[in-house]
């Protein structure tokens, strides 16, 4: 399974939490072909062939505008993974990152100190309005089943919570660990490749 962010959107460049403009920037547009490139490659590298490829990407659009590439690049169906989406951000969702500063000070402190790993937070803070991490993993590990089961290699092009979460699953066979659910900054259309077993192992990364 290879796990791709989303390139460049021009919400990343209002730094706006899950909402704004999904379309991709110019920059992004170029993330996204390049991205397309690279991580067929890794696929071919790996020896699987692009017929046994199913491309998926989570309901997000800028998720979505990313996968087009790589779907066509390997001449492949895109499909749409119409439950796997991000975190449910309660009250800090479409605010960027000044108006939230400003609002709510307490929830960008929280934010901030789990980002950072402050003071060994690893925990994701409580959001009034938020989804639980506990039902967003139950929620992912659940439709992550349905897409991996159907063709050899599974590509799914995401956003940073879901592959926060998906990677927190993967290292640790498939069970939430809250107290050890961490904080990674993934690079705009950077992307991992897993083997996925008992134990699933990590292949390849770009990030």
Known sequence: MAIVRHAEAFKNLHRIHGGGVQELTPNGINQARDAANRVVQACLDLEIKPEDIAVYCQSEKRSQYTAEYIAKTLNR???????ISGIGLGIIADLNENDLAKEYPEV???LSDWRSGTKGLKSYPRIPGSES???FAVRISANLEKIVSQKTCTILVATTSVINMLTHLLLHNGVYVRD???YSDYPLSGFTIWKLDDQPK????NF
């Open 77 to 83: 169906d895109l499909c749409i993974a119409e439950n």
């Open 108 to 110: 960008t402190k929280a």
């Open 133 to 135: 991490t506990e039902t």
């Open 180 to 182: 050890e659910y961490a």
């Open 202 to 205: 990590m292949l390849f990364s």
